[in-house]
């Protein structure tokens, strides 16, 4: 039960795992429809005046424009002018009184004066460059403040100096072992070069350059290696993108600062092979080293009973060796003190036999010579107190006067 528990808990995983990958897949594709359907870079049309909130209003798209075609790129306001003009004209066709006629010719000056003078201001915005013409060609850019210029220098545009992020996604992109894996970069670039940028090419068709540079740079790269290296990319092969993407868009005034790969999902199939080929790796590792410590294990218990044996044969040498001691001087005190010795036994012998004497149920038979010890004979009585037969000497039977001589102990 458990190994299926476990075997259902993997499975559950890896089904788990195969829709997070798939969610991430349907995700990339979503995106790069977006963005191949809608421009992520775009330009607006409005009067130079308003350039600054048009640089920091969104489209529909939540997208900034990155370039400001000015409406009135003279920058003389014709309506001042023109009603200057009239009231110039007004006041000198009508008969009106001297005083009259000075406020409203003064009023026509002021009004011609306001439409002229205001086209010396050139307002650029905080984060962008204006593009000069002289003659109808480029003059030169200046930076973001309140500028004093001629009116007959237009500006052409105003361009964002900005980082500017760009989404550049790539779908089903083999590897060098065929395997359909799609990414998804993120890069951000500034504009440098604000002339190359509006001259050389417009922002909606850099939109479609970026992509097209972004989608070939990273098919050259996926395609260099197989599906296990693709999964593991990082920063490395993100420098590598930011050069070869920076190369190719460079003639545009463009510099590439960063690129990072949001996205690198690869077939549901693959990654489920994937993770049980990790699973396996990190099992075979766990069994090991399972193995392993066992194998310790038996060594440090094999070790152990070595000791054992080894101390229990020290304990024997030792042993055998105090016994050897111990004999070598009892063999001298035998030989030294022969007499004691000799003594000593006898004392022993006595002992053993006055303590056989003092047991009334024990029989002494007392050989010749000296020799108590070994002339003792011991014989229980039976319960009933009636002498057993014995034979005098040499086995033979007793005499039949004899029987009284045979008491219960002999001292």
Known sequence: MADEQVIADEVSGDMGQAATANTATQTVATAAAMGSAIPQLTQVRVPLDDAAEAMATPDATGRLP?????????????????????????????DLELVLRSAIIGLGVLLVVLGVFQSFLVPVPMGTQAVLLRRGQF??????????MPPWIPVSHIVTTRETPFDAPAISIPTKDNVRTSVDILLTFTITQPEKFVFVIAAPDFDQVCQATCQEQVRLLIRERDSEQVLDMGEKENERLRAAIGAGLEQYGVDVVRVVMTHIVAPVEFQASREA????????????????????????????????IAAHKEAIELEAANEVIRLER??????????????????K???????????????VQVGPGADVAASLLMHTLPDDGAAKPAAADSGAAPKPGNSRQQGRSTR
């Open 330 to 347: 009892l063999e001298t005190r035998l030989h030294d003190y022969p007499k004691a010795i000799a003594w000593d036994v006898e004392s």
């Open 277 to 308: 080929r990790r699973l396996a790796t990190v099992q075979r590792a766990e069994q090991q080293e399972r193995h392993a410590l066992s194998l310790l294990r038996q060594a440090d218990t094999d070790e152990l009973r070595r000791q054992q």
């Open 66 to 94: 990155i370039v400001v075609v000015p409406t009135h790129p003279f920058r003389i306001r014709n309506e001042l002018v023109i009603a200057g003009a009239i009231v110039l004209v007004a006041a000198f066709l009508f």
């Open 349 to 363: 012998r006595l002992e053993v036999a006055q303590a056989l004497a003092a047991n009334t149920r024990a029989m």
């Open 139 to 148: 003059y030169r850019t200046v930076g973001p403040g309140t500028k004093i």
